[in-house]
Protein backbone atom coordinates (compact mmCIF):
# COMPACT_ATOMS: atom_id res chain seq x y z
CA UNK A 1 0.00 0.00 0.00
CA UNK A 2 1.80 3.13 -0.93
CA UNK A 3 2.82 5.56 1.92
CA UNK A 4 1.20 9.01 1.16
CA UNK A 5 3.22 12.37 1.56
CA UNK A 6 2.19 14.51 4.08
CA UNK A 7 -0.09 17.38 3.11
CA UNK A 8 2.21 19.87 3.74
CA UNK A 9 5.23 18.03 1.41
CA UNK A 10 6.92 16.45 4.09
CA UNK A 11 7.37 12.86 3.33
CA UNK A 12 5.16 10.86 6.42
CA UNK A 13 7.30 8.80 9.06
CA UNK A 14 8.35 5.52 6.98
CA UNK A 15 7.94 2.55 9.48
CA UNK A 16 10.21 0.13 7.87
CA UNK A 17 13.82 -0.11 6.49
CA UNK A 18 12.99 -0.98 2.96
CA UNK A 19 10.54 2.05 2.70
CA UNK A 20 13.24 4.64 4.05
CA UNK A 21 16.08 2.85 1.76
CA UNK A 22 13.52 3.59 -1.05
CA UNK A 23 13.73 7.51 -0.31
CA UNK A 24 17.09 7.31 0.66
CA UNK A 25 17.81 6.29 -2.80
CA UNK A 26 14.75 8.59 -4.47
CA UNK A 27 16.86 11.58 -3.09
CA UNK A 28 20.33 10.16 -3.97
CA UNK A 29 19.01 9.90 -8.05
CA UNK A 30 17.40 13.52 -7.99
CA UNK A 31 20.67 14.79 -6.65
CA UNK A 32 22.28 12.76 -9.35
CA UNK A 33 20.41 14.44 -12.32
CA UNK A 34 19.80 17.65 -10.87
CA UNK A 35 23.60 18.52 -10.93
CA UNK A 36 23.60 17.24 -14.33
CA UNK A 37 20.67 18.68 -15.94
CA UNK A 38 19.31 21.42 -13.49
CA UNK A 39 16.18 20.99 -11.36
CA UNK A 40 14.02 22.98 -14.31
CA UNK A 41 15.06 20.77 -16.86
CA UNK A 42 14.11 17.69 -14.12
CA UNK A 43 11.73 15.40 -14.98
CA UNK A 44 10.18 13.04 -11.94
CA UNK A 45 10.58 10.26 -14.83
CA UNK A 46 14.44 11.15 -14.59
CA UNK A 47 14.63 10.91 -11.09
CA UNK A 48 13.28 7.11 -11.17
CA UNK A 49 15.22 5.98 -14.40
CA UNK A 50 17.98 7.05 -12.02
CA UNK A 51 16.65 5.60 -9.02
CA UNK A 52 16.21 2.22 -10.62
CA UNK A 53 12.15 2.45 -9.36
CA UNK A 54 9.02 3.33 -11.19
CA UNK A 55 7.81 7.32 -11.33
CA UNK A 56 4.69 6.52 -9.10
CA UNK A 57 7.15 5.16 -6.69
CA UNK A 58 8.70 8.75 -6.12
CA UNK A 59 5.04 10.03 -5.63
CA UNK A 60 4.96 7.74 -2.45
CA UNK A 61 7.13 10.03 -1.13
CA UNK A 62 7.03 13.74 -2.20
CA UNK A 63 3.99 15.34 -4.29
CA UNK A 64 6.71 17.16 -6.45
CA UNK A 65 9.96 17.86 -6.81
CA UNK A 66 9.39 21.36 -5.67
CA UNK A 67 7.93 19.87 -2.22
CA UNK A 68 10.87 17.90 -2.12
CA UNK A 69 13.10 20.41 -2.62
CA UNK A 70 11.61 22.60 -0.47
CA UNK A 71 12.96 19.77 2.21
CA UNK A 72 16.05 20.25 0.91
CA UNK A 73 16.26 23.96 1.07
CA UNK A 74 15.30 23.69 5.23
CA UNK A 75 18.30 21.37 5.61
CA UNK A 76 20.79 23.17 3.99
CA UNK A 77 19.70 26.75 4.98
CA UNK A 78 20.17 24.63 8.59
CA UNK A 79 23.59 23.38 7.35
CA UNK A 80 24.77 26.76 6.18
CA UNK A 81 24.59 28.61 9.23
CA UNK A 82 25.87 25.83 11.16
CA UNK A 83 29.23 26.45 9.19
CA UNK A 84 28.62 30.02 9.30
CA UNK A 85 29.67 29.59 12.96
CA UNK A 86 33.47 28.77 12.10
CA UNK A 87 33.96 31.80 10.31
CA UNK A 88 32.61 34.25 13.92
CA UNK A 89 35.13 32.52 16.20
CA UNK A 90 37.25 34.77 18.05
CA UNK A 91 41.15 35.17 17.93
CA UNK A 92 41.18 34.97 13.78
CA UNK A 93 43.53 37.07 11.69
CA UNK A 94 41.58 38.82 8.77
CA UNK A 95 43.70 35.83 6.50
CA UNK A 96 42.62 33.23 8.72
CA UNK A 97 39.21 34.24 8.63
CA UNK A 98 38.81 35.20 5.20
CA UNK A 99 40.12 31.45 4.78
CA UNK A 100 37.29 29.71 7.07
CA UNK A 101 34.70 31.86 5.11
CA UNK A 102 35.65 31.02 1.76
CA UNK A 103 35.94 27.20 3.24
CA UNK A 104 32.68 27.66 4.49
CA UNK A 105 31.12 28.30 1.42
CA UNK A 106 32.99 26.06 -0.66
CA UNK A 107 32.11 22.93 1.27
CA UNK A 108 28.65 23.93 1.41
CA UNK A 109 28.99 23.88 -2.45
CA UNK A 110 30.65 20.70 -2.60
CA UNK A 111 28.30 18.83 -0.09
CA UNK A 112 25.03 20.27 -1.50
CA UNK A 113 25.33 21.45 -5.05
CA UNK A 114 22.16 19.76 -6.06
CA UNK A 115 20.30 21.70 -3.31
CA UNK A 116 22.19 24.80 -4.24
CA UNK A 117 21.33 24.74 -8.00
CA UNK A 118 17.55 23.64 -7.57
CA UNK A 119 17.01 26.21 -4.80
CA UNK A 120 18.85 29.23 -6.79
CA UNK A 121 16.76 28.00 -10.28
CA UNK A 122 13.26 27.56 -8.65
CA UNK A 123 14.07 30.91 -7.04
CA UNK A 124 13.15 32.83 -10.31
CA UNK A 125 10.06 31.16 -10.93
CA UNK A 126 9.01 30.63 -7.64
CA UNK A 127 8.09 33.28 -4.88
CA UNK A 128 9.29 30.72 -1.74
CA UNK A 129 12.01 29.48 -3.03
CA UNK A 130 12.92 33.05 -3.91
CA UNK A 131 12.92 33.78 0.07
CA UNK A 132 14.57 30.34 0.66
CA UNK A 133 17.41 32.09 -1.60
CA UNK A 134 17.56 35.20 -0.26
CA UNK A 135 18.02 33.72 3.30
CA UNK A 136 20.75 31.01 2.42
CA UNK A 137 22.90 34.04 0.84
CA UNK A 138 22.07 36.21 3.66
CA UNK A 139 24.05 34.62 5.77
CA UNK A 140 27.46 35.06 4.34
CA UNK A 141 26.34 38.52 3.16
CA UNK A 142 25.69 39.46 6.54
CA UNK A 143 28.78 38.63 7.99
CA UNK A 144 30.94 39.99 4.84
CA UNK A 145 28.68 43.26 5.35
CA UNK A 146 30.00 43.23 8.91
CA UNK A 147 33.55 42.51 8.60
CA UNK A 148 33.92 45.56 5.85
CA UNK A 149 32.10 47.78 8.58
CA UNK A 150 35.14 46.95 10.83
CA UNK A 151 37.72 47.28 8.58
CA UNK A 152 36.25 50.66 7.55
CA UNK A 153 37.04 51.58 11.54
CA UNK A 154 40.88 50.66 10.58
CA UNK A 155 40.96 52.65 7.28
CA UNK A 156 39.99 49.68 4.85
CA UNK A 157 37.68 49.79 1.71
CA UNK A 158 37.34 54.18 2.03
CA UNK A 159 34.07 55.14 0.64
CA UNK A 160 32.76 51.56 -0.37
CA UNK A 161 29.25 50.27 0.45
CA UNK A 162 29.98 47.59 3.00
CA UNK A 163 26.64 45.97 1.66
CA UNK A 164 27.18 46.13 -1.93
CA UNK A 165 31.00 44.86 -1.24
CA UNK A 166 29.38 41.71 0.79
CA UNK A 167 27.13 40.81 -2.60
CA UNK A 168 29.32 41.12 -4.88
CA UNK A 169 32.13 38.75 -2.91
CA UNK A 170 29.14 35.87 -2.36
CA UNK A 171 27.77 36.24 -5.68
CA UNK A 172 31.43 35.61 -7.10
CA UNK A 173 31.83 33.16 -4.12
CA UNK A 174 28.46 31.33 -5.71
CA UNK A 175 29.21 31.33 -9.30
CA UNK A 176 32.78 30.30 -8.83
CA UNK A 177 32.01 27.33 -7.02
CA UNK A 178 28.47 26.51 -9.64
CA UNK A 179 31.27 26.70 -12.39
CA UNK A 180 33.43 24.87 -10.61
CA UNK A 181 31.93 21.48 -8.91
CA UNK A 182 29.01 21.26 -12.07
CA UNK A 183 31.82 20.54 -14.41
CA UNK A 184 34.04 18.26 -12.55
CA UNK A 185 33.95 15.11 -12.40
CA UNK A 186 34.95 13.11 -8.46
CA UNK A 187 38.86 13.31 -8.11
CA UNK A 188 39.31 16.16 -10.64
CA UNK A 189 39.24 19.06 -8.27
CA UNK A 190 41.96 21.08 -6.21
CA UNK A 191 39.56 21.69 -3.15
CA UNK A 192 42.63 23.56 -1.10
CA UNK A 193 43.48 25.28 -4.10
CA UNK A 194 39.43 26.38 -5.21
CA UNK A 195 39.62 27.75 -0.88
CA UNK A 196 42.58 29.69 -1.08
CA UNK A 197 41.67 30.94 -4.58
CA UNK A 198 38.59 32.31 -3.00
CA UNK A 199 40.10 33.24 0.08
CA UNK A 200 42.99 35.62 -1.96
CA UNK A 201 40.31 37.76 -3.43
CA UNK A 202 37.92 37.94 -0.28
CA UNK A 203 40.88 39.12 1.75
CA UNK A 204 42.14 41.63 -1.35
CA UNK A 205 38.85 42.75 -1.65
CA UNK A 206 38.34 44.09 1.62
CA UNK A 207 41.95 44.34 3.08
CA UNK A 208 44.38 45.36 0.16
CA UNK A 209 45.67 48.60 0.70
CA UNK A 210 46.83 50.70 -2.13
CA UNK A 211 50.19 49.77 -4.16
CA UNK A 212 49.66 46.03 -2.40
Known amino acids: MPIAAASNGR ?10 QTQAAIDAAARTV ?14 AAEAGRS ?16 QWA ?10 ARSVTGHGLSNRERAHEAAAAHWHT ?12 QLAMVNDDFAQYWAEICDIPISFIAETVR ?9 GDDPQLIAEAIVAMFNQFCYIQ ?9 D ?5 QTLANIYYRAIFATEGH
Open 11 to 20: PAEFPTHRGR
Open 34 to 47: IARKGILATTIADI
Open 55 to 70: SASFYNYYDSKEAMVR
Open 74 to 83: LRFRDEANER
Open 109 to 120: YRNRLAEVISVS
Open 150 to 158: RAQTKGYCP
Open 181 to 189: LSRSTDGEL
Open 191 to 195: DQACI
